[in-house]
């Protein structure tokens, strides 16, 4: 397809989308980005996907108005509170297809993405990661690590995710991910040369970029013989549930961490025998709940852990509020903002008059610690990723 026809294909395809709102602006009360911007019109739901509409329906050129309008559309955490909102009171509009088109559409334009976006979209060119990871330095994580490498005779491949190499406090998750699938006896590997999963790409509008990784994935997947995927981020099992083929992925079970603690626990495979003695609220991720509807499994989770009180935020399942990492943010300097985002999820858990808020997402445990720093409550306030929380219990 010729460069023009794309941009236009994508212009119509966000005109039909965004052409039922009827403005209600019901969406705007809960996007997260309304709430710190003070209720500004354009930064929440509808409010920044009005502003396309009306970019493309006027035909807006002038570069200095579409910059602005790439900071709008790229400040979006997609944490997807406008679509369920606008389902459950209005006209069931695909707020979120029209923002990832519309960062497509923009990219297209070479406005987007966001500036500091650009090394993490050439890295994972030229590396496969965001982070700008050499393949070996990719692999220090794992030094000291007994993990066997994934094989055909394996039953579960445990995919790692960019973040956990990267990051030492996330890979303190992976570690404990992988110590709970020993102890369970489970046949599990890792690929040792694991490439990303796609997903940053997509949220930062490269869709081409994004297919070129997923069919190398598909390729290594189908090679490999893997049957059953545990993810450690809730962003790679979205993106391998709902972004790559429906038809290239049957065969594959995919399951999130906590999906797969809760089976272990079922089958008895897994026993916590020490008790926590904890106030705990958990944070429901994202693209874990409100993108999958995975409510139960974390919690069932917590309730097996001796000692574990849960209790719930005001705003919890379906209703919780994003840590401010979502669509791309980890990647741009957002970080002013996401450190307000985090910080209200802090002080809503101080509220309730808990000692521990429990994540299982990398980004929200980043983005929580760092929330729990900024309000200066650590001695108040612990953050635990659950695998970590479970391996104390063992
Ligand atoms: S709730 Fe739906 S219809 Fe109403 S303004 Fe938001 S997106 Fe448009
Ligand atoms: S996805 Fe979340 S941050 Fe983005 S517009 Fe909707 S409610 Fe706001």
Known sequence: MLEKDVKVQLKEEILDILGICINCRFCFPSCPRFDITIGENSCGGSGLTRSLYYAIKWDMKDKASLTELRDLLYSCMTCKNCEVACKKLSTATKLLDAIEKGKQLLLEEMIGPMPDQKRALASLEKYGNPYGMAPSERKEWMQGLSAPRFSKE????????????????????????????????????IIEDEICCGNPSLSMGERLLFEDISAKNLDRFKSLGVKHIVTLSPHCFDTFMNRYPEESMQGIKVQHYTQFL????????????????????????????????????????????????????????????????????MFADFESETDRIANLRVKEALGIGTGMVVTACPWCLINMVDGVKSVNVEDKLAVKDLAELCLEAL
């Open 154 to 189: 394996m039953d579960v491949l445990f995919y790692v995710g960019c973040t956990a190499p990267h990051d030492p406090m996330v890979a303190r998750m992976a570690k404990a991910i992988v110590a709970l699938l020993e102890k369970a006896n489970v046949k599990f590997g």
């Open 262 to 329: 809760a089976d272990l626990i079922d089958r008895k495979a897994l026993v916590f025998k020490k008790k926590i003695e904890a106030t705990a609220v958990y944070q429901d991720p994202c693209y874990l709940g409100r993108h999958n509807e995975v409510y139960d499994a974390p919690r069932k989770v917590l309730h097996n852990i001796p000692g574990i009180k849960l209790v719930e935020f005001n705003k919890s399942k379906v209703d919780s509020v994003c840590c401010g990492g979502g669509g791309g943010r």
